[in-house]
C-alpha cells in the first residue's frame, strides 16, 4: 500500500469501517480506503462471531494496525473515516477522535440529546417537524455517557417512519450525508472479494488465521486490479475493455478485464503499482440522490 500510495499528492484520504460475515460464523473487521466506488482493504481481523456488530475490544486492534500504517505515509495530512449504525459508541467516538481523524457515524432512530452541563434537550427525532427536512444540530452531547461535544445533522427521509441521522466531530450542513454515502463503497467491495470477481465464498477454509492470510491475498489482488484499472483508464485504453461511452463498469472489473485481455495478446501488464488521488477522470453515472431538504440550523 505504501508503494501504491507513493504518488498521492492529496493530503487527505477516506476510510470506511464495517464488518461482513463468512459462512454465517465468521466476522471479517475491515478498514478500507474508498477509492473510486470502490474500497481496498487496509487492515482486518476475522473472529468466530455469528452477527455483523461487535464490541470496540475486536475493533480497536484494526483501527491501530491503521494508524501505524498512516505513519510511513506523511503526505497524508488529513483521515476521515465513516462508520454505519452498528458502531455508534461512545468509545468509538473517543478513538477516532484520539488518532485524530476526523468521522461521522451513522445511525436510525430516535437519539437524544443534551448540552453542556448535561441537561436534556429532548428526543432529536420531535424536533424533525415534516419530512425531508434536515435538521442540524452543533455542540452538543450524546448517547447515555454523555459523549461530546459533537454535531449532528438528521432527516427523515419521504416513506419512513424513523430518521437517520449522522454524528461527526465535524461541522454538519446539507452535503454531510452525500459525503457519508461514500461509505457504500465498502459494501460493493466485499461483494467483489465474496462472490463478484475472487469468489472468497467458496473456500473451504475454517480457521480465523487461515481467512485473514486469504483476505490479505485477495485484498493484494484486489489493489492490484484497481491500480491496473486506473492504469488503462488514464491512458485512454477503457473503452477496450468496457464498450460503454461513459464508464459503465467499475476499476476492479475494468482492472480484471485489462488483465485477461493482455495475458491473451501476451502483452506487459501490471507494469506500475499505483492509485491516484485526482478525480475520477472517468465517472459513472451517478444515481440521482433521494433527498431534497432545507436546512435548519441550530446549537452552535
Known sequence: MQVALRDWGDARITLAL????????WCVICVSLLYRGRAVPLSWRVIRHG????????IYPVLASVQCLLVHLPQVEEVCIYADRGFLDHTLMDDFTTFRWRWMMRGKGPIHLFDQNGASLGQFQSQLSQHGQLVVRHGVYVTGQKYGPVNIAAVRPFGQRDPWFIVSNQPCNRRTFAEHHQRTQVEESFLDLKSGAFNLE????DQAHQLEKLWCVLGMAYLMVLSE???VTEEGKRREVDPHWTRGLSYAQIGLR??????TRRTPVLERLRLSQACDPEPSRRRRSP????VVQGFS
Open 51 to 58: 452477527s455483523s456488530t461487535v464490541g470496540n475490544q475486536e
Open 202 to 205: 467458496d473456500t473451504r477454509l
Open 229 to 231: 484499472g486506473t492504469a
Open 18 to 25: 464495517d464488518t461482513t460475515l463468512l459462512f454465517k460464523r
Open 258 to 263: 485489462a488483465i485477461r485481455q493482455a495475458l
Open 291 to 294: 433527498f431534497g431538504w432545507n
